[in-house]
């Protein structure tokens, strides 16, 4: 199994928990490890370079390096990405919506092979899954926010 690690935030970042979708800086989970990194880029005030290596019983890969650029409107006043939390997770995710406005979320996780294991609705709260069942793996975690379908992977480890 492959993982990613983050690496090479720019300054000025701050460790925080909750995000804070107004801040200026970038923003990260106190919980981050090389294997389990959530970065916020902050309300639009800087941009910069975030560092991913892929990492393997064999070692550690190559460095790329990705440039984030903001619009000075901090992304056009696009809904925040709800991140799950803990990512890893053992016997339970969460997904905060509580930033959302009012309405029904779907949530859908489907295995390495596109099979749906986990569907869901909930309003703007935090919706707390059960992984209990699913099998150590990487999952695939999908929400649609009433915009758009924003997928994310998720790791279940028990």
Same mark, same amino acid.
């Given at each position: 199994?492959?993982?990613?690690?983050?690496?090479?935030?720019?300054?000025?970042?701050?460790?925080?928990?909750?995000?804070?979708?107004?801040?200026?800086?970038?923003?990260?989970?106190?919980?981050?490890?090389?294997?389990?990194?959530?970065?916020?880029?902050?309300?639009?005030?800087?941009?910069?370079?975030?560092? #991913?290596?892929?990492?393997?019983?064999?070692?550690?890969?190559?460095?790329?390096?990705?440039?984030?650029?903001?619009?000075?409107?901090?992304?056009?006043?696009?809904?925040?990405?709800?991140?799950?939390?803990?990512?890893?997770?053992?016997?339970?995710?969460?997904?905060?919506?509580?930033?959302?406005?009012?309405?029904?979320?779907? #949530?859908?996780?489907?295995?390495?092979?596109? #099979?749906?294991?986990?569907?869901?609705? &909930?309003?703007? &709260?935090?919706?707390?899954?059960?992984?209990?069942?699913?099998?150590?793996?990487?999952?695939?975690?999908?929400?649609?926010?009433?915009?758009?379908?924003?997928?994310?992977?998720?790791?279940?480890?028990?």
């Amino acid at each position: 199994m492959q993982h990613l690690t983050f690496g090479g935030y720019p300054y000025p970042f701050d460790i925080v928990n909750p995000i804070d979708y107004f801040n200026d800086n970038w923003q990260m989970f106190p919980n981050n490890t090389r294997f389990n990194n959530h970065v916020f880029t902050g309300y639009g005030a800087n941009n910069g370079f975030v560092q #991913i290596m892929g990492v393997n019983k064999c070692g550690i890969g190559p460095a790329v390096y990705l440039e984030v650029v903001h619009e000075n409107s901090g992304g056009g006043g696009q809904l925040p990405i709800v991140s799950p939390y803990p990512n890893a997770a053992d016997n339970e995710v969460n997904l905060d919506f509580s930033e959302y406005p009012e309405g029904t979320y779907y #949530i859908y996780i489907y295995d390495i092979y596109g #099979i749906l294991k986990y569907y869901g609705e &909930t309003s703007n &709260t935090v919706k707390t899954i059960n992984t209990v069942d699913l099998p150590n793996g990487l999952y695939f975690l999908n929400y649609y926010n009433g915009l758009e379908i924003i997928q994310m992977q998720l790791l279940v480890q028990h």
